[in-house]
């Protein structure tokens, strides 16, 4: 069975519980945007939060459930490549509940020292996303440890609000892309389209080189698959969760798989046309736009610049590579 989404009542009281430490995020019809797509091109800056990414929306109002039930932990633990790890880290310091996180190898160093900042207590295990995840799975267990799962109904009350003041603030919206990492996003977007009834389709966006929930949409199950993305660590997950794949199956309009080329080349437009910094997955939305451009002319284009975490050598990589 799928899990219940929230309703309107659930995402309107979550937005109270996110705007005690941010107000909402703005949203822009970009003009050379637009003009590149021959159609409205709109972006949801949630690269703008405190963290510079949406999934603070979702740690907030996690740790807003759990104190409202009386069941604040002494300690959590999570795994992350890096934005989930900052909800989560700047939630818990706001409780007092001590916080670890476990990145695989190799993480990103600028969101690993941003964690730090936030007080995490950071663990590198294993190669990729899975690994440090099943790691911390046992780790929570060794030291009884609260475990925060990537996806969760209490993650998608908080998340749902950024797709809230979207859909609200563009009411004539067509189509919008969103990234796939472990599903709180593209989630969170159909439970604010049915919860305000908005009529947008909703495409799904998973990066070439991490298609399990490409795949498993297609299968009708979870299908794992290998991860080899350089540049969208936000969408390298090689296991899709169960509970989002049964949202996402009845609700997408369809699936788009970009390249890290194509990712680079978004992240370089996004920079030219808006000088805001978007990593690998806070592009995906814009480059499966300008993949699909051609089907778009005249649309109201809804994209989601949603996180801006990128290490500026990598950042730099990219704004030197012009083919």
């Given at each position: 069975?799928?899990?219940?989404?929230?309703?309107?009542?659930?995402?309107?009281?979550?937005?109270?519980?996110?705007?005690?430490?941010?107000?909402?995020?703005?949203?822009?019809?970009?003009?050379?945007?637009?003009?590149?797509?021959?159609?409205?091109?709109?972006?949801?800056?949630?690269?703008?939060?405190?963290?510079?990414?949406?999934?603070?929306?979702?740690?907030?109002?996690?740790?807003?459930?759990?104190?409202?039930?009386?069941?604040?932990?002494?300690?959590?633990m999570?795994a992350?490549?890096?934005?989930h790890?900052?909800?989560?880290?700047?939630?818990?310091?706001?409780?007092?509940?001590?916080?670890?996180?476990?990145?695989?190898?190799?993480?990103?160093?600028?969101?690993?020292?941003?964690?730090r900042?936030?007080?995490?207590?950071?663990?590198?295990?294993?190669?990729?996303?899975?690994?440090?995840?099943?790691?911390?799975?046992?780790?929570?267990?060794?030291?009884?440890?609260?475990?925060?799962?990537?996806?969760?109904?209490?993650?998608?009350?908080?998340?749902?609000?950024?797709?809230?003041?979207?859909?609200?603030?563009?009411?004539?919206?067509?189509?919008?892309?969103?990234?796939?990492?472990?599903?709180?996003?593209?989630?969170?977007?159909?439970?604010?389209?049915?919860?305000?009834?908005?009529?947008?389709?909703?495409?799904?966006?998973?990066?070439?080189?991490?298609?399990?929930?490409?795949?498993?949409?297609?299968?009708?199950?979870?299908?794992?698959?290998?991860?080899?993305?350089e540049?969208?660590?936000?969408?390298?997950?090689?296991?899709?969760?169960?509970?989002?794949?049964?949202?996402?199956?009845?609700?997408?309009?369809?699936?788009?798989?970009?390249?890290?080329?194509?990712?680079?080349?978004?992240?370089?437009?996004?920079?030219?046309?808006?000088?805001?910094?978007?990593?690998?997955?806070?592009?995906?939305?814009?480059?499966?736009?300008?993949?699909e451009?051609?089907?778009?002319?005249?649309?109201?284009?809804?994209?989601?610049?949603?996180?801006?975490?990128?290490?500026?050598?990598?950042?730099?990589?990219?704004?030197?590579?012009?083919?």
């Amino acid at each position: 069975m799928p899990l219940q989404l929230p309703h309107l009542h659930d995402i309107e009281a979550a937005a109270q519980v996110v705007y005690q430490s941010f107000q909402a995020t703005p949203q822009y019809r970009w003009g050379t945007l637009s003009q590149r797509l021959g159609a409205d091109c709109w972006v949801k800056h949630e690269n703008h939060t405190p963290v510079g990414a949406f999934k603070i929306r979702g740690g907030l109002t996690y740790f807003e459930q759990l104190k409202q039930h009386g069941e604040l932990p002494s300690e959590v633990m999570s795994a992350t490549r890096g934005n989930h790890g900052q909800s989560i880290g700047w939630a818990a310091r706001a409780h007092g509940v001590a916080c670890s996180i476990v990145v695989p190898q190799g993480n990103s160093l600028e969101k690993n020292a941003a964690m730090r900042a936030l007080g995490v207590n950071l663990i590198e295990h294993g190669s990729d996303f899975q690994s440090a995840r099943e790691h911390a799975i046992r780790l929570a267990a060794e030291r009884g440890a609260h475990m925060v799962p990537s996806y969760h109904k209490d993650l998608l009350r908080g998340v749902s609000t950024y797709w809230w003041e979207f859909f609200q603030a563009v009411p004539h919206l067509d189509v919008v892309y969103v990234p796939i990492g472990q599903g709180s996003g593209a989630c969170s977007a159909i439970a604010a389209k049915l919860a305000l009834g908005h009529t947008a389709r909703i495409v799904g966006v998973v990066s070439a080189h991490a298609t399990t929930y490409a795949d498993s949409i297609v299968a009708g199950r979870v299908v794992e698959a290998p991860v080899t993305t350089e540049l969208a660590d936000g969408m390298a997950c090689r296991v899709a969760d169960a509970a989002a794949l049964a949202v996402l199956i009845p609700h997408l309009d369809h699936v788009v798989k970009v390249t890290d080329d194509e990712v680079a080349r978004a992240m370089r437009t996004l920079f030219a046309d808006t000088h805001n910094v978007a990593e690998g997955a806070g592009a995906a939305s814009f480059a499966a736009a300008w993949q699909e451009r051609e089907s778009l002319k005249g649309k109201v284009v809804g994209t989601t610049l949603c996180g801006g975490n990128v290490d500026s050598a990598t950042f730099a990589k990219v704004l030197a590579n012009t083919n």
